[in-house]
Each structure stands twice: as structure tokens, then as C-alpha cells.
């Protein structure tokens, strides 16, 4: 039986990025996966989402480059070369992947992994022990106990991004969350008429209410009919004339229909079968139950990323987790703030967002002050043609010491991280305003929104 100091189960942003680090720390590490290396978000989320995204961004810049003063004639979308380039940056990242875990002497299993005791692990042929285990399986699209939604024509994200995922002329997507909200701004990219129905009283219900709303006028600008406050009973049809039934808000009978439905509404932790039957730790749901410290009921087994009761599912927090987790292992304390979480939508314009919003900090007894400057006034945002957008930033009355930051705007999502380290560094609006920000550029937003508070 081969024996490691560490075992990782699940080859995604955590569990790579776990192995990664503890075999740099000298420990004898590994990795099992079942499926691709890279998880979910390299293979079927974040990554090809984005691919897919840059796409959606070039084709409708050409159909649209006549404000532009440039004549573009004969736009067509190749579908067949659109998923190969996807899949090309996909398989790149993925040949990363391995050669990191090559390099620094990890060993890959590629197979479903089963916890069978505390320190024992199995594989349809092979026995391992490990003194620690690390439980990195991520999650899987959430399916919803509603009648018809296992029919023909009713697809989850993983089906959207397949090389050979279907073509729509209209689309109805079921959940305006963030993945909802990144499918129908591809979508509507492509000139593909999009729905929404969304359960909550607002799009993006997690995030700020200003940004919901922005983000919203931005999407209707686009085309794409929103419905929020609406309770969905059941789907019926074919691929190509498939139809949703739903209660609107004022309890009336509505339906949709379209040649695809998308259901978007969340992901479950993925544990099933991963633990032989009186060797699970505590669960909820279904999801691992840890501590502070990522330790679940079995002291020498530790979950990271979605598949974590009340985790925040992203990427850069499983990585983040990981890092924690084998510091922990390794008797070293953990660095990375986990409760400062940047949120990044990639939308047309994107979101992003980091610390609290103006009513969480007032709900924590938080006098604040709060300002923001708009996309509609700031050069690089009007010369990349986005009048929709703002900059919000959240700041303690007293000490002007910011608590937060919200970003309806180009490039958010590489902008956030400048708020992330203001926050995580104690920094005031008098600190970001004494920083030069270069003109013009969409970040003058952020230095705008901070000196109204001086």
C-alpha cells in the first residue's frame, strides 16, 4: 500500500492548488481525479464561460463597429471555430496544470477516490493511506424537483459549454444569479433573444441593490426581458419549442417558450459516493460541516472550496482555502484573509464587488458614508461606449476608513482587487485619493467616487 502525508481528492482550483504548495513544502502529496484536471472552473465554469464571453464581446463590437466610424460588412458567427479556440485555452491551462503538479512530484491518480476510514483511501483497484486528507470535489449544477426539468431541451451550464451544445435562436434562462446573468450577456451578445425568471425580487439578489439595478438597465439596453419575483412550476415541449410555466409576481399563470431553457439556479456539493457508508464526517446537506480552520469532525480530514456547508462558491476561494488548510497541516499559520472575498460578474459591463455594502454596515451598527461616481462621466468608460456603470465606495463616517467597494463598469473585474487590498490593509478614501490614478483610464472611478467623501 503506498502512503503519503497528504492526500487531495478533487483536482480543481483547491485541491491542485493544495497539492501544489504542500509538496513545494517538502510533503510526500496525492492527487486524485476523476475527471479533468482543473476542476470545474477550468473545464466547465469559469474558464470556457469567459472564452465564450471574449467571443460573444468581438462578435458584437463588429456588428456594432459602425459608432466606431468603422464599416464592417458580412459578421458571421462560426460556432464550430468559436468552441475550438475555447477548448484550445482550455487544454492550455489544463497542460499547465500538470506540468505544476510534474514539476513539483506530486502524484496524479486519475480515478474516483473513496474515504473509506480516516487515514485509508481506495480506487477500484488500489489502497492508500494517508497521515491527512484534503477534500476538493467541488460541485455539480443544482436540478431543482421541478416536473419536466429532466426533458430534452431543458439544459444545466455544463451542457452550454460543450463543444457540441446547441444552437438558439431565443433562450429562456431560469435564475439571475451570476451564472444566469453571464449566459444572458453572451446570449444577447450574439443577438439570441433572452429571458429571464428569477425567484428573488431583483437580479443578482447577493450583490449590492444599486448594482442589481444597473446591471439590469444594462441588460435590457440589450434586449433581454427580465422577470423577478416568479415561481417556476414546471417545463414542457421538445429542443426547439420548449416552454416554461411560471407564477408572476402577482400570482398569475404566465409561460415562455423558446428554442432552450437554461436552469441556473445554483450548484450542490458534490459528495456522493465519496465516503464508504459510517465514514463520513458530519454533513449538512450534503455538504462537509468545518471549522475555523477547515477541519471537518475527523480531525485529520479537511474540506475546501463548494464543497463546504455555507461555502462561498469561487474559485479564488478554494484556492485561497487551500492555501489556509496546509498551513494548518503543517503547523504554520494561515495568511489569507477568507472573509474578504472580491464577487466578479462577467457581464456586459462587468461586476464586481468586495467588503460590505452600505446596508450591511449599517445592519452592524456602522455609521457610514458613501459615494459614487458614474460610467457617464469618466473618458475611457464613454470611449469604450458604456454609459450604464458606476463606482461605489463604502467608507466608516468617523475614520474614513473604507469597509467596501461596488463596480458596475469595463474591466471591473481586474479593478476590484485594488479595493481588496485597501480593505485588507486598513487603508482610508484620503489613502486612494493620494495614490495617482493615470487619465484616462476607468479606474479614475474609484479615486472620483473616494474624494467626494474627503
Do not use: W
Amino acid at each position: 500500500m503506498d502512503s503519503f502525508d497528504i492526500a487531495v481528492i478533487g483536482g480543481g482550483p483547491g485541491g491542485y492548488t493544495a497539492a501544489e504548495k504542500a509538496a513545494r513544502l517538502g510533503k510526500r502529496v496525492v492527487l486524485f481525479e476523476e475527471r479533468e484536471l482543473g476542476g470545474t472552473c477550468l473545464n466547465r465554469g469559469c474558464i470556457p464561460t469567459k472564452a465564450l464571453l471574449r467571443s460573444a464581446e468581438a462578435y458584437h463590437k463588429a456588428r456594432k463597429s459602425s459608432d466606431l466610424g468603422v464599416s464592417v460588412r458580412g459578421v458571421e458567427l462560426d460556432t464550430r471555430a468559436m468552441h475550438e479556440r475555447k477548448s484550445q485555452v482550455v487544454e492550455t491551462l489544463r497542460d499547465g496544470v500538470a506540468s505544476l503538479m510534474l514539476r513539483n512530484g506530486v502524484t496524479v491518480v486519475p480515478e474516483r477516490a473513496m474515504i473509506v476510514a480516516p487515514h485509508l483511501i481506495k480506487t477500484s483497484e488500489q489502497e492508500f493511506e494517508a497521515e491527512n486528507i484534503i477534500v476538493a470535489t467541488g460541485s455539480v449544477p443544482a436540478i431543482p424537483p421541478i416536473e419536466g426539468i429532466r426533458l430534452s431541451g431543458v439544459y444545466t451550464s455544463d451542457d452550454l459549454l460543450s463543444n457540441d451544445a446547441p444552437s438558439f435562436s431565443s433562450i429562456v434562462i431560469v435564475g439571475g444569479g451570476v451564472i444566469g446573468l453571464e449566459f444572458a450577456s453572451m446570449y444577447s451578445a450574439f443577438g439570441i433573444d433572452v429571458s429571464i425568471v428569477e425567484a428573488a425580487d431583483r437580479i443578482l439578489p447577493t450583490f449590492d441593490k444599486e448594482v442589481s439595478q444597473r446591471m439590469g438597465t444594462a441588460l435590457k439596453k440589450r434586449g433581454v426581458e427580465i422577470n423577478v419575483r416568479c415561481r417556476v412550476t414546471s417545463f414542457a415541449g421538445e429542443p426547439g419549442a420548449i416552454q416554461v410555466a411560471f407564477e408572476d409576481k402577482k400570482g398569475n399563470p404566465q409561460c415562455l417558450k423558446a428554442d432552450g431553457i437554461l436552469v441556473a439556479v445554483g450548484r450542490t456539493p458534490s459528495t456522493r459516493g465519496l465516503f464508504e457508508e459510517g465514514a463520513e464526517p458530519h454533513l449538512e446537506r450534503g455538504a462537509l460541516v468545518v471549522d475555523e480552520l477547515g477541519q471537518t469532525s475527523i480531525p485529520n480530514i479537511y474540506a475546501i472550496g463548494d464543497v463546504r456547508y455555507h461555502g462561498i462558491q469561487l474559485a479564488h476561494v478554494a484556492a485561497a482555502q487551500a492555501e489556509n488548510v496546509v498551513s494548518v497541516i503543517l503547523g504554520m499559520k494561515p495568511e489569507i484573509d477568507e472573509h474578504l472575498v472580491p464577487g466578479c460578474v462577467y457581464t456586459f459591463p462587468e461586476i464586481a464587488q468586495v467588503g460590505m455594502t452600505e446596508i450591511q454596515a449599517k445592519e452592524s451598527g456602522i455609521e457610514v458614508v458613501r459615494a459614487k461616481a458614474l460610467a457617464s462621466a469618466n473618458g475611457k468608460c464613454l470611449i469604450e461606449g458604456v454609459d450604464v456603470g458606476m463606482a461605489k465606495v463604502v467608507a466608516e463616517k468617523e475614520t474614513g476608513k473604507i469597509l467596501g467597494a461596488q463596480l458596475v463598469c469595463p474591466h471591473a473585474t481586474d479593478m476590484i482587487a485594488e479595493l481588496a487590498l485597501a480593505i485588507r490593509n486598513n487603508l482610508t478614501v484620503a489613502d486612494l485619493v493620494s495614490a495617482i490614478h493615470p487619465h484616462p483610464t476607468v479606474s479614475e472611478m474609484i479615486r472620483d467616487a473616494a474624494a467626494q467623501l474627503l
